[in-house]
Every structure is written in structure tokens, then in C-alpha cells.
């Protein structure tokens, strides 16, 4: 049995969610753990109007899990999201290790943001730049304003 990493994408009936956030977690985990899934990290991650109605719902939630599973799984994955109330839709993908590192690091940190390494070089750049440690101060070219 091979064990893969991957990224489900579930949307969930919102109002259902806002009633019972911690009963819809558990349908959500149960249903994973069920297909034999190790949940390494998940939480909710946006919620918002929908572009078309889904089964009468215009605002559902978006819960994001990042797990390990066997891959002969994901058929019943599927068919378990399917018949669970909580679950409009769902999409499961398998990732390589390197983007399911980043997916965990991205859900366990305090703002849930996904950043390249060129673009953290960019953050941290700019965050010198504001508290006047950056190249121009340095050199003694004055800053643009």
C-alpha cells in the first residue's frame, strides 16, 4: 500500500457550519479518517457567496485538509463526501512532497498565506526597506516618496 500526500478541498454548507462548527469539523475528519486518512493539518479557510447556486445554497465554506492516505482510498473518499450532508463539493488532490510541505506550513502559521521563496525574500525585503535597513539608507540614496 502506498501512502501519497494530499490536499482536500471541501465545501461545506455554511449555515451548518456556523451553527455547529465543531460537529461539522468532526463529519469532515470522520469521513477522512474513515478511508484511512492521517490528517496532518486542516482548518477552515474562507467563507463567501458562491457563483452559482449549489444544491439551493448561494455561501458555503471552504475547509481545507492537507493528509497522508493510501491512494486506493480516494474512490471511497469521494463517495463518502457524497453522501455526507455537510459536503457540497469536494476536490482531492495528490500533491509531491515539496507543495505538501509548504500546504502545512502555509494552514499551521497565523495567517494561512502561501508565499514562494522569492516572494518571502520580497516580504522580508520590504519590511527592511520600512524600518530604514535597506540598500538605499545603506548607500546613501535617498528614498522615493
Given amino acids: 500500500m502506498s501512502q ?11 449555515n451548518r ?10 463529519a469532515v475528519l470522520g469521513m477522512l479518517e474513515r478511508c484511512g486518512a492521517t490528517v496532518v493539518a486542516s482548518r477552515p479557510w474562507q467563507e463567501g457567496k458562491l457563483c ?4 439551493g445554497h448561494r455561501k458555503g465554506l471552504y475547509y481545507l485538509a492537507c493528509f497522508q492516505m493510501d491512494g486506493n482510498h480516494v474512490p471511497e473518499l469521494n463517495r463518502l463526501g457524497k453522501l455526507n450532508d455537510y459536503v457540497l463539493r469536494q476536490l ?3 500533491h509531491p512532497q515539496v507543495i505538501f ?9 497565523h495567517d ?3 508565499h514562494s521563496p522569492e516572494q518571502k525574500a520580497d516580504r ?15 548607500e546613501g540614496v535617498p528614498e522615493d516618496r
Avoid: H, N, W
Avoid at 452559482?52 to 444544491?55: D, F, N, S, T
Fill in 4 to 14: 501519497y500526500m494530499y490536499e482536500g478541498m471541501f465545501l461545506l454548507d455554511s
Fill in 17 to 26: 457550519y456556523s451553527s455547529d462548527p465543531d460537529g461539522t469539523q468532526k
Fill in 52 to 55: 452559482y447556486p449549489i444544491e
Fill in 92 to 94: 482531492i488532490i495528490r
Fill in 101 to 109: 510541505d509548504a500546504m502545512v506550513q502555509a494552514l499551521t502559521s
Fill in 112 to 114: 494561512g498565506t502561501i
Fill in 124 to 138: 522580508t525585503e520590504g519590511v527592511e526597506m520600512r524600518e530604514g535597513r535597506g540598500r538605499g539608507r545603506e
